[in-house]
């Protein structure tokens, strides 16, 4: 892991009269500060809208992304779902399924009292120059990792761009439909963005190891075997798991709890919430510890991605039929803690909360609903996300807190 590169001078950047830098990044009437170290943000006109508070008082708080609302941006989706085809999953893409509305790909979120940056795909490989950035977690991580994929190339297939998965083990097994993960690198800047499959962050060893029929020990107090063995490659790690701690999925998996090498014996874990919530706090745990020996890590749990299944669940007829946003419900202030395991987990330490769950949960109308490929009569899915789509925002919401580190004793910014 290297040192941020510094910003190359040209047209994506100027120096204004009173000797700040412009940044490519930010709304044009934004400059930055690189004379201090936390950054300043001032604007210059009337941006964000007048709603916003002025740039004076911006400065002098913590911004807080999770508070605000979605608004029309005409400008929007930043890439294609039609185009986007190398990096995204034709059942997510649902302009290539039989959906009708598009209405969801039209919002942005506003921050109430903050200026949030405009993701361009050029800065964020700057600033990634000679980086890795690992996404581990279940599908909704795989999810937020393909829509980085078509932020960065804006949805263009971009051939010179390199899968570089064998160097991390990456490759289909025999047998599997699919690898565990992916990685390519931007030989350019010479950047690599890679995703693994690990539905709940610890490490799970098959039990017996020559039995294709195996059961597998879900070891909660140990963080995956992928992340341990690889973590000293990385820059940045967003990391996120929820939805599989269930019933039903531990059993189709064959996981079975385990704490300090032997089968879970506390009934309290039988409470899948306590078991996630163990799980999260000693993966923060060991990531903390890791800080000593990555001095300029920066690792982000993700918060909950919401479901919205009314009137059922996923297997009992549950729906998410709504096409608009309502407009009741543009707006969101946490009160609590949006999912308190990865909260509190993060407390303490200098692993980094990137909260998406409160902004999602008014996002009812942008899950895949019943256009999905290959479905059984009348199921829907929402749980995962159309792209372009919610998703999205999470990774401009990543792009504002990698630029703009909050006060956690924090690494300086990438």
């Known amino acids: 892991m290297e040192s941020p590169p510094s910003l190359p001078t040209g047209e994506s950047n100027s120096i204004s009269a009173n000797g700040l830098q412009r940044v490519s990044g930010l709304p044009p009437n934004v400059t930055k500060d690189f004379s201090v170290e936390s950054i300043s943000v001032i604007t210059t006109e009337k941006w964000p809208p007048p709603e916003v508070e002025n740039s004076a008082a911006i400065e002098k708080k913590v911004c807080d992304y999770t508070e605000g609302k979605w608004i029309q941006d005409s400008r929007r989706p930043i890439y294609s779902g039609n185009m986007c085809k190398r990096w995204l999953s034709e059942m997510w893409a649902c302009r290539l399924t039989q959906r009708p509305d598009f209405s969801y790909e039209k919002y942005r979120w506003q921050p109430d009292n903050c200026v949030m940056p405009n993701f361009e795909g050029e800065e964020f490989l700057l600033r990634m120059q000679n980086k890795t950035l690992a996404f581990v977690g279940d599908s909704l991580g795989r999810q937020q990792f393909q829509s980085m994929m078509c932020l960065i190339t804006g949805g263009k297939d971009s051939p010179d761009v390199q899968d570089v998965g064998k160097e991390y083990g990456l490759v289909r097994a025999p047998g599997a439909i699919r690898p565990d993960g992916w990685a390519y690198r931007f030989p350019e800047t ?22 294709r029929s195996t059961d597998f020990a879900m070891h909660l107090d140990r963080p995956a075997a992928f992340l341990r063995d690889n973590l000293y490659r990385f820059d940045v790690v967003v990391l996120n798991t929820g939805h599989h701690w269930n019933r039903g999925k531990l059993n189709a998996n064959r996981w079975h709890m385990y704490v300090n090498g032997q089968p879970n014996e506390d009934g309290k874990m039988r409470d899948l919430r306590i078991a996630r919530n163990f799980t999260v706090h000693s993966v923060a745990k060991w990531l903390d510890k890791q800080f000593v020996k990555y001095p300029k890590l920066r ?4 918060t909950l991605s919401p479901r919205h299944f009314f009137n059922g669940d996923w297997d009992s007829g549950g729906r998410c039929d709504n096409t608009k946003l309502l407009s009741e419900s543009h707006n969101v202030s946490h009160i609590r803690a949006s999912d308190p395991a990865v909260e509190s987990a993060a407390r303490g330490t200098r692993v980094e909360c990137l909260d998406i769950t409160g902004i999602s949960e008014l996002r009812d109308e942008s899950h895949i609903s019943k256009y999905i490929l ?3 009569v009348d199921s829907q899915d929402c749980l995962h996300w159309c792209l372009p789509g919610v998703p999205d925002t999470w990774n401009e919401l990543l792009f504002a807190q990698l630029l703009f580190p909050q006060p956690k004793n924090l690494p300086a910014k990438i």
């Open 374 to 376: 290959r479905s059984k």
């Open 299 to 302: 690792v982000f749990m993700r």
């Open 190 to 211: 010479n950047t690599t963005v890679l995703y693994y499959w690990s539905a709940s962050l610890c490490e799970i060893e098959p039990l017996n190891p020559g039995n």
